[in-house]
């Protein structure tokens, strides 16, 4: 059994709930007492959900079956839908989609719960958003999680379909087998952005370039769901047609992905160049001024 542990942070206005390697902060927006309610509700789902995940944990690290699940609980089957649709052309487990599906769930918690204008979930960057018509969100999107820089923002507004963006690359704190610095996807769940800013990620590459390093997953981190699987741990510096090719495979893949109807869009981000890739609502390359 593990034990979650959740406190407002010092603004007063978000929650931070932590148990083991899940850390999660929210918000929400609405009258004082609907607040409440909500972030009640999140930090009552959310202390059980490690320990579920933790029950079938083998099953999700065990490459995805685009045919059948085998999984029980809420939150690992929606882990499991949102990387099925990538199972047959690569590589992957529903655990490439677990920040995100966390993020859903305990976003539908809080919604369940109270009525509120609009809401936020971020799970280690993996976002679950909740909008009622009127309201939006500014996000900003990142290159590098241990020396954050802002590459872009971008306005969702209640009439977009987007709920979910999730950001992936090799400098996360997730493995990659690419070497985008950020791949930030818009998509209609978090789940499904979590999932596709995964194996957009592994397509931004230079196969055969000998200076990019690699290690086997597992011995750096001998549970992973990757194996033996060489992932990026150091890129040098490219040259500007590097950069391109890397980023046009990526680009193509995630067209591809675009017209499944799987993302709604993309910004492709390496060594301080990016393609986007399909609309993203009031994209602008500069600074973010403020969130929410």
């Known amino acids: 059994m593990t034990r979650a542990r959740g406190a407002m942070l010092p603004d007063g206005r978000r929650l931070h709930l932590q148990d083991g390697p899940i850390d999660l902060i929210l918000e929400a927006f609405g009258e004082a007492e609907a607040v409440r309610a909500a972030f009640c509700a999140a930090a009552t789902r959310f202390a059980t959900i490690l320990d579920e995940l933790c029950a079938e944990l083998p099953l999700l690290r065990t490459p995805t079956s685009a045919e059948r699940c085998p999984l029980e609980g809420v939150v690992a089957r929606r882990m499991h839908a949102a990387v099925a649709p990538f199972a047959s052309a690569s590589f992957i487990t529903p655990m490439a989609a677990v920040a995100g599906a966390v993020a ?10 109270a009525a509120l204008a609009r809401a936020y979930v971020n799970d280690g960057g993996d976002i679950a958003l909740h909008l009622l018509p009127g309201q939006r969100f500014s996000v900003g999107m990142i290159d590098r999680p241990n020396q954050p820089c802002l590459f872009g923002s971008a306005t969702l507004r209640a009439e977009d379909p987007v709920r979910g963006i999730a950001t992936s690359g090799w400098r996360g704190r997730s493995f990659s087998l690419g070497i985008a610095d ?20 592994n397509t931004v590459d ?23 699987r060489l992932v990026t741990r150091s890129v040098p510096e490219l040259t500007p047609s590097e950069i391109d090719e890397a980023l046009a495979a990526g680009t193509v893949f995630a067209e591809q992905l ?12 390496l060594q301080g160049r990016t393609r986007l890739v399909g609309a993203v609502p009031e994209l602008e390359k500069q600074e973010l001024r403020a969130y929410g």
């Open 258 to 269: 675009r017209g499944r109807g799987l993302i709604r869009a993309a910004a492709l981000h």
């Open 104 to 113: 859903e769930e305990v976003l539908g918690a809080m919604v369940g719960a």
């Open 182 to 201: 950020a791949v930030t996807v818009l998509a209609n769940t978090a789940a499904m952005a979590d999932a596709a800013a995964t194996v957009i990620a």
């Open 206 to 228: 230079l196969p055969e370039h000998r200076g990019i390093q690699r290690e086997p997953a597992n011995e750096l981190q001998p549970d992973t769901d990757l194996g033996s």
